[in-house]
Every structure is written in C-alpha cells, then in structure tokens.
T-cell receptor, first 113, second 113 residues
Framework: NAGVTQTPKFQVLKTGQSMTLQCAQD?????MSWYRQDPGMGLRLIHYSVGAGITDQGEVPNGYNVSRSTTEDFPLRLLSAAPSQTSVYFC????????????FGEGSRLTVL | SQQGEEDPQALSIQEGENATMNCSYK?????LQWYRQNSGRGLVHLILIRSNEREKHSGRLRVTLDTSKKSSSLLITASRAADTASYFC?????????????FGQGTELSVKP
C-alpha cells in the first residue's frame, strides 16, 4: 500500500519558472491538503480539498494553484516561482472530512534561485 | 499567528528518561493531535484526543488535554534513542471547514544513548 506519494522529491527552479508538484493517494481519502514547512514556522496550510472538484484556500495560498479532478490526485502548481517559495512541501490526506488523522507524503524539497 | 505554540522548542534527555512536551492553543477545538517527524521524512500521526477527553494513552505515550487552559502535553515514558525526532501538535478548530489542521512549530527531541 503506497499511501501518499509525492513527486519530485527535490527540485531547483529559477525565479519566474513554473512547475507542478504531484501528489497521489491510493486510500480513497476524501480530504487532501498541501502544507509548506519552513524553519521556525512549523507547517502552514496552503490549499485543501474536501473532495473531487472542491478546493479552498488555507493560510498561505498566494502564488499557488490547485485542482482536484479525481479523488486520487491533488497537484500543486507554482505559477511564477519566487525565492520566498523555497521550502519543503508536504501533501497529506485524511479519510474523514472532519478532523481525522492526516497521512503525509515524504515531502518535496524545492529551491528557488 | 500560530494557533499552536509548543514548549520547549528543543529537549535533550538520556535514554530511559521521560520526555514531556507542551502545546498551547488559542481558540476552541474539536480535537488535538500529535505528530512525529524524523529528520528528512514526512509526519506520522501518533495520537488524537478529543475535546471531551482529558487523557489518552498509546503504548509509551500519554497525552493530556486541559480545555480550560487551552493546553495539552505529550509524555513519552522510558525514552529510547529511536524517539529522537521533532514532535508537533495540531489542532482541529471547532468550526473548521474541511478538516483543516493547524500545526505548532514543534519540539525537537534528542534522546542520547
């Protein structure tokens, strides 16, 4: 059982480039989310989805887009990368909408030069 | 501002000792969860305590919740070197939409053999 799979694990971008971080889960979870982790800041919620076709913003959504066309996939798009988006990104999923435990991927480490 | 604040930020103990980490939060919650993160890895769910519970146990873990003080503590008994990791509390707000969790900044635990 793969759980939550994130790709790529590492990526280096130049300022202004765009890219997509992929996230897939095979647990048929309704709820999926993206967090970024920065030193001293803990994890901050970027975007989340409560089901296919439904997405909403978290604490720090600016500069990121998401879509949820299937239950399994929840990609995160960086539209025009900035150095402030250098971070480790985590995708997570939950079987319950209402506050169940989160299952995390292993993270994608992004550096923007 | 962060919903969860953790204390201490770092903790260093000897193997066999107990480790206690604290988490305070600001607004009413549905539940509070604790997660563990090994260096360079994703977060792993440890335990969930609901707002109407005061104490919960899981193996060597003991979690308490005091909703009047808006605080929780995680106790790891008889610690092992393998417990070395960062520990995060996460709160699910009582009126949250879509099961969002808000994470604290974490406590970095080092257990020396």
């Amino acid at each position: 059982n793969a759980g939550v799979t994130q790709t790529p694990k590492f990526q280096v971008l130049k300022t202004g480039q765009s890219m997509t971080l992929q996230c897939a889960q095979d647990m048929n979870h309704e709820y999926m989310s993206w967090y970024r982790q920065d030193p001293g800041m803990g994890l901050r919620l970027i975007h989340y989805s409560v089901g296919a076709g439904i997405t909403d913003q978290g604490e720090v959504p600016n500069g990121y887009n998401v879509s949820r066309s299937t239950t399994e996939d929840f990609p995160l798009r960086l539209l025009s990368a900035a150095p402030s988006q250098t971070s480790v990104y985590f995708c997570a999923s939950s079987r319950r909408r209402n506050t169940g435990e989160l299952f995390f991927g292993e993270g994608s480490r992004l550096t923007v030069l | 501002s962060q919903q969860g604040e953790e204390d201490p930020q770092a903790l260093s103990i000897q193997e066999g000792e107990n480790a206690t980490m604290n988490c305070s939060y600001k607004t009413s919650i549905n539940n509070l969860q604790w997660y563990r993160q090994n260096s360079g890895r994703g977060l792993v769910h440890l335990i969930l305590i609901r707002s109407n519970e005061r104490e919960k146990h899981s193996g060597r873990l003991r979690v308490t919740l005091d909703t009047s003080k808006k605080s929780s503590s995680l106790l790891i008994t008889a610690s092992r070197a393998a417990d070395t990791a960062s520990y995060f509390c996460a709160t699910a707000l009582i009126y949250n939409q879509g099961g969002k969790l808000i994470f604290g900044q974490g406590t970095e635990l080092s257990v020396k053999p």
